[in-house]
């Protein structure tokens, strides 16, 4: 019997276009039925959503069962099913591994318009498919989840990279955003337990550590900055001294520990100097939404936008080779062309490295959806294409500037040892979300470089987002 699998995802995704939806019909044997859980553990983890209905997926997974003829037929039935009615599927499984006299795939010469066909325990085959067909979406909130760390628990990060996530909840109340409504209040990791999992990451061969909350640089107000203990040493349940710490524990392992979702306020600038000294790297996620006061004050959200550009232009003073990268929404209910305008000059003058736009999509349950002056969706889509425009241009310009400098580069992809080239990534590239650094094939015969190790890599060109560099 064929059934449908509806999974809950791990939690809740607030996005602005609804999450991907997989269908997942699971045949066979215990065995079979563990690599379905595998394979709805990591589409969970990456934020993807079941579907009960071949209809109401992007995307359908078959994993399939080819013991006995009556299994291959019911297998066969489901995908032809899944073909007719969903059109994308994805098969994996014992009969995805049978193949025809000939050396044919039995799969294949059956159903051709399937997307991909893989073995059973193909995990990662079956994740980079529905990657390629159906892109994941982004939340690093919820791209934390478990590779075996010890007390770090599985990550399912590549790795050599993992998210640490340092909080729940939030103690705001944007009013285009449902997180508080569904993770309740800020409610901060004990710092002990943040620090020991960092190391036990490090410990397990992480190369870079990803600070992850919903508000980074709230850490520790829900229980007043009380004094933890760490390594028998107290330590304050504050952002100040966790990313110190963090630095401190990544620096024997030469790793890099990266902060996301760091909100302005005055106290960021006390963590320029640990980017400045290179404890961590000088790079900062922060969530600005708009650079008009009023906006903001519709949208209630901390900081206002005159302030935004005083402490960037700080910031660049304390930390000259700092990347600010940054998310917004143009087309919010009400904003008015003068506001969007006020945007892209504050874009101009922020020059902010790397930023990401939504246009204004009403989540189901935010309070902003009441706000008089909805705007239509043609005003808030031709809105952030103007905006996306100016952000590429100023981030493509200062891709430029790096030409001829020799970056250090964590390398993600290295076939044949690199000798081919790979791909990798600067500390000015967050996994997933920014560019990459294309690497070439060395030059010198002996260079050789590994995934999940640094190599030095000498920039000689920029492809759209990306770095092109020859490995030095
Ligand atoms: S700061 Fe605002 S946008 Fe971010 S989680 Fe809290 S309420 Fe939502």
């Known amino acids: 019997m064929s059934e449908v699998i509806s999974q809950s995802p791990i939690s809740p995704v607030v996005t602005f276009k609804p999450a991907p939806r997989v269908g997942f019909v699971s045949l066979g044997c215990p065995k079979a039925l563990t690599d379905s859980e595998l394979i709805l553990t990591r589409l969970s983890a990456e934020g993807y959503q079941t579907s009960k209905t071949f209809e109401g997926a992007d995307l359908v997974i078959v994993n399939t069962c080819g013991f006995i003829d009556d299994a291959v037929r019911e297998s066969l039935d489901t995908i032809g099913e899944a073909l007719a009615e969903n059109g994308k599927v994805i098969v994996t499984g014992c009969l995805g591994a049978k193949t025809l006299e000939g050396g044919a795939n039995l799969v294949r010469k059956m159903h051709p318009s399937v997307l991909a066909v893989t073995g059973p325990h193909a995990t990662q085959e079956v ?170 004050k519709r949208m209630k959200r901390p900081a206002s936008g005159e302030k935004n550009l005083e402490r960037i232009s700080r910031w660049r003073e304390l930390c000259p080779e700092i990347v600010i990268r940054s998310t917004f929404i143009a087309g919010f209910p009400g904003e008015t062309e003068a506001e969007f305008q006020h945007l892209l000059d504050f874009m101009h003058e922020a020059k902010i490295d790397r930023a990401g736009c939504f246009a204004y999509s009403p989540v189901q349950g935010a309070t902003a959806n009441e706000l008089p002056g909805m705007l239509p969706l043609e005003v808030r889509e031709e809105r952030r294409g103007r905006f996306m425009a100016v952000a590429e241009a100023i981030s493509i310009q200062k891709l430029h500037q790096r030409i001829g400098a020799t970056m250090q580069v964590l390398v993600d992809h290295a076939p044949a040892l690199g000798r081919k080239g790979g791909t990798g990534r600067s500390y000015a590239d967050a996994p997933e979300i920014d560019g990459v650094v294309k690497l070439l094939p060395p030059e010198k015969i002996s260079k050789t470089f590994k995934v999940g190790e640094f190599t030095r890599a000498r920039i000689v060109g920029v492809q759209g987002h990306d770095l092109v560099a020859v490995p030095v």
């Open 127 to 296: 994740m980079d498919a529905v990657h390629l067909n159906l892109p994941k979406p982004h939340d690093p909130f919820l791209d934390l989840v478990p590779n075996s760390f010890g007390i770090a628990g599985i990550k399912l990060t590549p790795r050599h990279y993992a998210y640490l996530k340092i909080s729940e909840g939030c103690n705001h109340r944007c009013t285009f955003c449902i997180i508080p409504s569904m993770r309740g209040d800020l409610v901060s990791r004990p710092v002990g337990d943040v620090l020991g999992e960092a190391r036990a990451l490090f410990e397990g061969g992480v190369k870079e550590l990803l600070v992850i909350s919903q508000d980074t640089s709230a850490y520790g107000v829900d229980v007043k900055y009380r004094t933890g203990f760490w390594d028998g040493k107290p330590v304050k349940t504050r952002m100040l001294e966790l990313v110190q710490a963090l630095g401190e524990i990544a620096a024997p392992y030469g790793a890099w520990v990266r902060l996301h979702y760091v909100y302005p306020y005055p106290s960021v600038d006390e963590i320029l100097p640990l980017m400045a000294t290179g404890k961590v790297l000088p790079y900062l996620d922060v969530p600005l939404q708009h650079s008009h006061p009023d906006v903001l």
